[in-house]
C-alpha cells in the first residue's frame, strides 16, 4: 500500500470515529493491516483512537477480529495499553485473554505492575487461570498484601510529623541516612538509601507542601547540634525503617518479578517460594553498571592526562587551598571537571540555555563539580578516617575541629537562593549571576502541588537532581551530594535543557550526527549523513550510512537520558529502542527499493547508537544497539584493530572493548 492510500484510509477511518460510526471506523482502519494499524496507533502513539470503550467491549471480542489482533506482532503492546493507560475496565475481554492466551496474560500484568493495584487484585485473582499460571495469582495476593502493609504503617507513621518544623524534619532524616550508611558502606546500600531519601521527600512534601521553610541558618546549626548530643531516639527511625522495608521488597522482589521474565517464586509444587532467584537478568542489568564505571574510567583518564599536560607545560597551575594541603584536591577539582566537559564535547552540548541566553558549560558544571570534589574530602574523606561505633559520635569531633578551623562541614549541603547567586556574583560576575537560579532549576526537585503523589512512580531521582529546593532554600544530604561523581547528573541535565530549548537541541543533535560522521571517516570509508531535507523523503529514519569495500552500516543516532532502574529500562525498550528498530528496518526497507538515493554494496548491519548504557548489543529485530560513547572511543583509540568495517563491527558487536579492559 502506498504512503498517499495508507493516509487517506487513516483519515477516512478517524472521521467515522468521530461520528460515533466505531463498527465501520475500526473495520475502515483494518484495511490498513493488523499490524500497520496497532503500529500506527500504538507504536507511532496515535493511540486516542483506541480509547474507545466500543473497541473493548465489543470490536474486538468478535471472534474474526479477537484472532486477528492476538496473531499481531503488537498483541503484546496492545494488551499492556489496555491494563496500563485504558480507562474501560472489560470483563469479557479479560476472561478471553485468559482463556486463550494466559502466557501473555500473565507476562503483561507482570509488566503493568497491574496486581498492586488495590481496585484490581481482586479481579485478577478471581481470572480463570489454569497450571502454572494460576500460581501467579498467589504471588500477585502475596505482594499486594506485603507491599500495602508496609504502605499504611508508612502513612500512619507519616501523620506524626506535622508537630515538627521542615528544616528539623531533614535533619532527623540526615540523621537516618548517615547511620545506616555508617552500619552498611556498600554501594548497593547507598543506592538504596537513596531510594528512601526520594520516596520520603517526595511523600513528605507532597502531605505538608504549606509548611514554611527556615531561612534562618543558624537555627539549622542549633538543632544539628541538638541531634549530635541529645541522646533521644530519632522520631523518624519507624518510619524509615519502614520506608527502607518497602524499598528491599519493592526493588529486590517486585521490581525484579514484574521485569525480569526469568525471575519466579515457584517450587515444583507450584507454591509460592521467595528463595528461588534467578540472577542472568540482574546480572545482565547490573553489566549496564560496568559499562558506565568503564566510559566513566575512560574520560576521567584522558582529563587526567590533559591536566597532567597542562601543567607541565605551564598553561595551567594548580594552586594549595588556604590551609596548604589541598593541591591534590584541586586537581581532581580540575580532572573531574574536565570529565565532564569532554563528555558533553563529545555530545555537542558546549552550551546551556537559559532565559535564551546562552551560558558556556563550564560556568554550569565547575562549581557544583568544585564543591562536591571538596565535600568529599572535607566530610566523606574525613569521617571514613574515624574508627568509631556510629556517625554521630565520628562527625562530632570533626564539626568541631571544622569550626576551629572556621571551615563549613555539615552533613547536609544548605543555602538560600541569594547567599547562591551572591556567591556566583563574586567568582563569575553580574552576568553569570543573573542565571544562577535557573541552574538552580536545572539541578532542583521541588514538589508541584496539583501532583497527586504516586507510591509507584516516583519521580525523584537524587543522583540527577541532587538539590531539594524549598520555597527559598536548597537543601541535599551530603552522602549523595559529595558521593555523586555527576556523570549521570551532568549527562542528564544537558539533555533535559537541550529538549526545553528544541532550536538549540536540533542544532546540537545534528551537530552530534557530524561529529560521529567524522570518527568513521577514517580508513577510506564512505560516510553519508542524512540531511533534514533528505530524511522527509526516505520511509523511516536512517541518520548515517557508512561503507567500504568490506560492509554497509546503517545507523540510527539515539540521544536518551540514563536509566536507574529495571522499570525505566524496559520503558526504554518499548518506547525508544523498538520505534528506532521499526523505523531502521522501514528505512532499510525503503534503500533497498531506492537505489538511486544511495547503493548499499553489502547486506547492511544495523546499529541503533544511544547515549544509554541499557540493553547494549541486544538484538531488535535484526537491529543492534550500540553504546555511542564506547563506539567513539574504538573509533578513535582502536583503528589498528577495526581497519576495514567489517573488523570494525566484529570488534563492537563481540564486546571485545569490555572485554579487553575489564577482564
Known amino acids: 500500500m502506498n504512503p498517499d492510500e495508507a493516509i487517506k484510509i487513516k483519515e477516512e477511518a478517524s472521521n467515522l470515529l468521530n461520528q460515533g460510526l466505531f463498527q465501520e471506523g475500526y473495520e475502515k482502519f483494518l484495511c490498513l493491516g493488523v499490524d500497520e494499524f496497532l503500529k500506527y496507533t500504538l507504536v507511532r502513539k496515535k493511540s486516542t483512537s483506541l480509547q474507545k470503550p466500543f473497541f473493548w467491549e465489543s470490536f474486538i471480542l468478535q ?18 495499553f489496555y491494563f496500563k493507560k485504558q480507562a474501560t475496565i472489560s470483563s469479557e475481554f479479560e476472561e478471553l485473554v485468559a482463556l486463550q492466551h494466559p502466557d501473555l496474560m500473565v507476562k503483561v500484568i507482570r509488566l503493568s505492575q497491574l496486581f498492586l493495584d488495590e481496585n484490581r487484585i481482586e479481579d485478577l485473582i478471581n481470572l480463570k487461570l489454569f497450571g502454572v499460571y494460576s500460581s501467579h495469582q498467589s504471588t500477585w495476593a502475596a505482594f499486594q498484601n506485603a507491599e500495602l502493609e508496609l504502605w499504611n504503617c508508612i502513612e500512619s507513621e507519616m501523620n506524626a510529623l506535622g508537630e515538627f518544623p521542615v528544616h528539623q524534619v531533614l535533619i532527623f532524616l540526615v540523621e537516618w541516612l548517615e547511620e545506616s550508611r555508617f552500619n552498611d558502606s556498600s554501594n548497593q546500600r547507598l543506592t538504596y538509601l537513596a531510594d528512601n531519601y526520594e520516596f520520603f521527600i517526595s511523600l513528605y512534601l507532597n502531605k505538608y507542601e504549606s509548611n514554611v521553610i527556615e531561612t534562618d541558618l543558624t537555627k539549622w546549626d542549633k538543632h544539628l547540634i541538638y541531634v549530635l548530643t541529645d541522646k533521644k531516639i530519632n522520631p523518624l527511625n519507624s518510619l524509615m525503617d519502614a520506608i527502607d522495608r518497602r524499598t528491599k521488597l519493592y526493588h529486590d522482589l517486585i521490581s525484579r518479578y514484574c521485569f525480569d521474565s526469568d525471575f519466579t517464586f515457584f517450587n515444583e509444587s507450584g507454591r509460592l517460594d521467595l528463595t528461588h532467584i534467578s540472577t542472568d537478568k540482574r546480572a545482565k542489568w547490573e553489566n549496564s553498571d560496568h559499562r558506565i564505571e568503564l566510559i566513566t574510567t575512560l574520560y576521567y583518564q584522558e582529563a587526567l592526562q590533559a591536566v597532567e599536560r597542562n601543567e607541565k607545560n605551564g598553561s595551567l597551575y ?24 569532554y563528555i558533553l564535547k563529545d555530545l555537542c552540548i558546549e552550551n546551556f540555555i537559559f532565559n535564551s541566553i546562552s551560558v558556556k558549560s563550564d560556568k554550569v558544571i565547575h562549581p557544583l563539580i568544585g564543591y562536591a570534589n571538596y565535600c568529599n574530602q572535607r566530610y566523606v574523606g574525613a569521617l571514613n578516617s574515624r574508627n568509631t561505633i556510629n556517625w554521630k559520635s565520628a562527625y562530632l569531633p570533626i564539626m568541631i575541629k571544622s569550626a576551629i578551623k572556621d571551615i563549613r562541614n555539615e552533613p547536609y549541603l544548605l543555602n538560600t537562593i541569594s547567599e547562591y547567586i551572591d556567591l556566583n556574583k563574586q567568582v563569575f560576575g553580574e552576568g553569570f549571576a543573573d542565571n544562577s537560579k535557573s541552574i538552580i532549576d536545572l539541578f532542583s526537585f521541588n514538589i508541584d502541588g496539583n501532583e497527586k503523589f504516586d507510591r509507584f512512580q516516583i519521580q525523584y531521582n537524587v543522583w540527577y537532581r541532587p538539590f531539594l529546593k524549598i520555597q527559598n532554600v536548597f537543601f541535599s544530604p551530603m552522602l549523595f551530594f559529595a558521593s555523586n561523581d555527576w556523570f549521570y547528573a551532568i549527562v542528564n541535565a544537558a539533555l533535559i535543557n537541550m529538549a526545553n530549548n528544541k532550536d538549540e537541541g536540533k542544532r546540537t543533535s545534528n551537530l552530534m550526527e557530524k561529529h560521529l560522521c567524522n570518527k568513521f571517516s577514517a580508513h577510506n570509508r564512505t560516510v553519508r549523513r542524512i540531511e533534514d531535507e533528505e530524511a522527509n523523503d526516505i520511509n523511516g529514519d536512517i541518520d548515517l550510512i557508512v561503507q567500504d569495500k568490506t560492509a554497509t552500516v546503517l545507523i540510527q543516532l539515539k ?32 534503500l533497498e527499493n531506492n537505489s538511486d538515493f544511495f547503493i548499499m554494496d553489502h547486506k547492511p548491519t544495523k546499529w541503533i547508537v544511544s547515549t544509554s548504557f541499557e540493553d547494549i548489543l541486544s538484538n531488535f529485530n535484526g537491529c543492534r544497539k550500540v553504546n555511542y560513547f564506547e563506539l567513539l572511543f574504538i573509533l578513535v583509540n582502536r583503528r589498528k584493530e577495526t581497519g576495514t568495517l567489517s573488523e570494525l563491527i566484529d570488534f563492537v558487536e563481540s564486546d571485545n572493548l569490555i572485554r579487553e579492559i575489564m577482564g
Open 63 to 80: 471472534v474474526t477480529n479477537f484472532d486477528l489482533f492476538f496473531n499481531s506482532i503488537y498483541a503484546e503492546k496492545l494488551l499492556f
Open 318 to 341: 594548580i594552586p594549595h587551598s588556604k590551609n596548604g594541603d589541598g593541591k591534590e584536591l584541586n586537581r581532581e577539582v580540575h580532572v573531574n571537571y574536565q570529565k565532564s566537559a
Open 559 to 590: 540521544r536518551t537520558y540514563l536509566r536507574t532502574n529495571l522499570e525505566e529500562i524496559y520503558n526504554e525498550r518499548v518506547n525508544s529502542d523498538e520505534k528506532a528498530m521499526e523505523q531502521l528496518n522501514d528505512g532499510h526497507e525503503w
